[in-house]
């Protein structure tokens, strides 16, 4: 990665995805050998579940409520029922009801939505799904750095060795926090991180209008990535805004005729609540959690921190929301006034920059939803120029984000559980880089990257990131 040498490079490269999984595996192993009982859980805990098809009911519970609110014509708006009169935390638009729809469509008896009471087969329609987009993400990782690095003039190196780089970064997939949480939470985030990562590899190649469907799959299930929209057209971007702006406006008018005008206008309620609340529990990887978390020292009843609360939300801050409200805007900002680089063809740095942007902005940013860090770890491991210092960076953020490092927990009582958002600080490193030009390519270093035939020819010192 980043090395001038082309003859060596495809071993080397490969040598160092594998030493990259054997050090987060090292990171695990210390974690369980030395932590206390209670805080030795490691991600390898999560990638055993997947692998065995165990996954719970965090999207799937609260969805097939708020389905089963719809389908029964109950009176009442569907958020002002489930969501504020129940307090059933079901949080996605009306439109995200069509996921649990469509897998009941096809077989409701193997349909998860109360893992406790759930009597089908294993694995079920929910896990078979989860499986698709957690092998979806690998295979468009991989794709993404076999395509970088041929961009970069780096050979294949043969079938043995592009064998090992794909195995190897299945294998970091399947021990990548975010990724394998989602999974075994049950949640449609693993949807999400799936349509992302091929979305980055259709923007990478040239296919913006494809890039511009997927995101719109993920904005009828997340609608704040919409601000993708706004990025795109600020950059003339036509395909990608036709193609999602199309998709979304479909897709929402076809809601609205299925499950009503009232209650889409409803979920503006929900946002509006949580917007200005956000969570205190640890898991939220967000500036509103920092936040939060500190005032938990003082009131911890109130915003409760390493114990799960299903009907509580912290109560409304006004230092929180202010906080919480300059830091997105200053997040956001920065992505959407980030200046184009001769060291960008393709926009592909600019696009991970406001998706990442997108994710950490949120005042709610689960830890879950960081599984769209691991195909951005994968471009900028790729562009990653012939600096150590850089190079270093970025795998220490990598093993931040690819670990679930219990023991931060202990710091919960004080002002130092800041220390529990070390996967906020990793996305955060990563953001830097992202908005950061290497030092190597500002001075002309490296080798020219051919763009794919989409694209015009690249100036000369310019290089293109998959």
């Not at 369980?32 to 805990?45: I, M």
């Not at 997040?331 to 600019?350: C, H, M, S, T, Y």
């Not at 931040?400 to 009582?413: D, E, R, W």
């Not at 020219?448 to 000369?460: F, L, N, Q, V, Y």
Request: hydrophobic content about 50%.
């Amino acid at each position: 990665m980043g090395l001038r040498n082309p003859s060596p490079a495809p071993a080397r490269i490969a040598i160092g995805l594998v030493l990259l999984l054997l050090g987060s595996l090292a990171v695990s192993g210390a974690i369980w050998l030395a932590a206390p009982a209670q805080y030795n859980e490691t991600v390898l805990r999560h990638t055993w579940d997947v692998l065995r098809a165990e996954s719970g009911d965090d999207s799937w519970d609260p969805s097939g409520h708020a389905l089963a609110h719809v389908r029964s014509r109950a009176a009442g708006p569907l958020y002002a029922t489930v969501f504020f009169k129940h307090g059933v935390r079901y949080q996605y638009p009306p439109s995200a009801l069509f996921a649990l729809a469509a897998m009941q469509w096809i077989e409701p008896a193997r349909v998860v939505v109360d893992d406790q009471a759930y009597k089908g087969s294993r694995p079920a329609i929910n896990d078979l799904a989860g499986w698709f987009f957690l092998l979806l993400t690998a295979a468009a990782c991989a794709a993404l750095l076999e395509i970088g690095l041929r961009r970069r003039g780096i050979p294949c190196g043969g079938t043995a060795l592009l064998a090992l780089r794909v195995a190897a970064v299945f294998a970091l997939t399947l021990t990548f926090y975010p990724v394998v949480k989602a999974f075994t939470l049950g949640q449609i985030q693993t949807w999400v991180n799936g349509a992302f990562a091929l979305a980055l590899l259709c923007w990478a190649t040239g296919r913006k209008a494809a890039c511009g469907l997927l995101v719109a799959f993920v904005c009828l299930i997340k609608p704040h990535y919409g601000l993708l929209l706004l990025w795109a057209a600020l950059r003339c971007e036509w395909r990608f805004v036709h193609a999602c702006g199309g998709a979304i406006a479909a897709g929402v008018a076809v809601s609205i005729a299925v499950l009503g005008w009232e209650n889409h206008v409803d979920y503006l309620r929900v946002l509006s609540f949580l917007s200005e609340r956000g969570e205190s529990y640890y898991p939220n990887q967000s500036i509103n959690g920092v936040l939060n978390r500190l005032m938990s020292v003082s009131s911890p009843q109130d915003y409760n921190n390493v114990y799960w609360r299903e009907a509580h939300f912290p109560p409304f801050t006004p230092l929180v929301y202010a906080g919480t409200l300059a830091s997105s805007l200053l997040i956001l900002g920065a992505a959407l006034a980030r200046r184009r680089r001769d060291n960008d063809e393709g926009r592909v740095l600019d696009f991970c920059t406001m998706v990442l942007s997108l994710t950490i902005a949120s005042p709610i940013a689960w830890e879950h939803h960081y599984g769209v860090l691991l195909p951005i770890f994968a471009v900028l491991f790729v562009r990653s120029p012939a600096d150590n210092s850089r190079l270093a960076w970025l795998v220490l953020f990598y093993l931040l984000a690819a670990n679930f490092i219990q023991a931060a927990n202990a710091l919960a009582p004080t002002v130092l559980n800041v220390g529990q958002s070390y996967l906020l600080a990793a996305a955060l490193g990563a953001l830097v880089l992202l908005h950061l030009r290497p030092a190597a390519l500002a001075a002309g270093q490296g080798a020219r990257e051919p763009a794919p035939a989409s694209m015009a020819a690249i100036p000369a010192g310019a290089r293109t990131a998959a």
